[in-house]
């Protein structure tokens, strides 16, 4: 008994120690788990998500993160608008000119100019005609005081000798004829009168010297005034030209829409749709310029023949001439025989004057084997071999 008691003194001891060691851990701040657990805050989803966290004790603070940068969305530049790809035709080299080339002679106003200019593009190709545009920008037939066309169309045509004469006059004539006694207003009937003088003794000059003469009408303008105006003059245009000799040329369709308005843009002589006419609604832009000639150009290539050809030769070009084909030597030439030329209405042409039919078809002595089935029932033995054929059936059954 006296041996026990040391020992449990000494287990007592060592439990006190023991509880006082915790005591002093507890003392100096170890806390225990379960009490770090609660006194550290819980983490929630939106933490968990952008790691946004509370500091783990007072006296030290989170170390928060950078902020993100917003990504701005790229911005693609906007790609133009498709525009309509237009195929130009490619342009034949100009040829060079003849010496004996034929001249195309141009005279007129603002608008005879453009027509030059699209004329010049219409016979590149043709060696044997010339342009000369011979056009006054604000000239017409009633200021003959600021520009007198008679006289100078003379002088021209004995320098140039034109084997053709384009004339485009009329949009600068609205206007009051002043001089030789006459103080007429535009749009009156004697106005009217006396500009058809005008045109008649202007296109004599030409026609008097027997060369031929175009007169192109005036297009449809962007002023409805304008407009009326050259419907007008085109009729007294037409009818002189009949009445000289000269030829007319209608353009008015071909700078109108399907309802007859004034156009802007329309087709090319390519069918590709472009701008014809400017901004004022007066002028023409070069596709304009050159449609103009495209209904010019087919009477006067037509009135020139062979000559405005764009493969007109000539024997002082230096191009050999073809060799001339012979027969090769040694062989006879073949005798042609003449056959007389047959009248579909001859009735010797069937052999005979009587008709087909009229004679009965030659009859044969012996039988036809459809006559032997018919009127006696006779019918031929099958070829040997073939499957109704009964001889060889016959043979075998024996």
Known sequence: M??????RATMASLRIIFAAFIAAVIA??????????????????????????????????????????KSQPRKR??????????????TPPAAEKLQDAKTILVVGDFLASGLGTGLE????????VVIQARGNVASGLVRQDYYNWPQQLSGMMDQMKPAMVVVMLGANDRQPIIGSGLNEKYGTDPWF???????????????NRRIP??????PPFGSDQLTASAVKLNHLYQSQMAAVGGEYVDIWDG???????????????????????????VNMTAAGKRKIAFYVEKPARRLLGNQASPDITRLDT?????????????????KVTSIPPMNLSDPELDGGAQLLGSVPAPTSPAASPRDLLVDKGQMAPAPAGRVDDYRLQGSVAR
């Open 318 to 334: 230096g191009s050999p001439l073809p060799a001339q084909q012979t027969s090769l030597p040694g062989t006879e030439p073949e």
């Open 213 to 218: 003469l175009l007169w192109v009408g005036l």
């Open 193 to 207: 009168l006396a500009y058809e003088e005008r045109v008649q003794q202007f296109a004599k000059l030409i026609t």
């Open 77 to 90: 530049p906007t790609p133009p608008p498709r525009q309509p790809v237009v195929v130009q035709p490619e």
């Open 121 to 128: 593009d219409a016979f590149s190709t043709s060696p044997g």
């Open 28 to 69: 100096f701040g170890c806390l225990s788990p379960a009490a770090e657990a609660q006194e550290r805050p819980r983490r929630n989803l939106l933490d968990m998500l952008f790691g946004t966290r509370e500091p783990d004790y007072p006296d030290q603070p989170a170390e928060q993160p950078p902020p993100r940068r």
């Open 2 to 7: 006296m041996i026990e008691r040391p020992a």
């Open 255 to 281: 700078f109108t829409d399907q309802s007859g308005e004034f156009v802007v843009t329309g087709s090319d002589i390519n069918g590709q749709q472009v701008r014809l006419r400017t901004a004022d609604g």
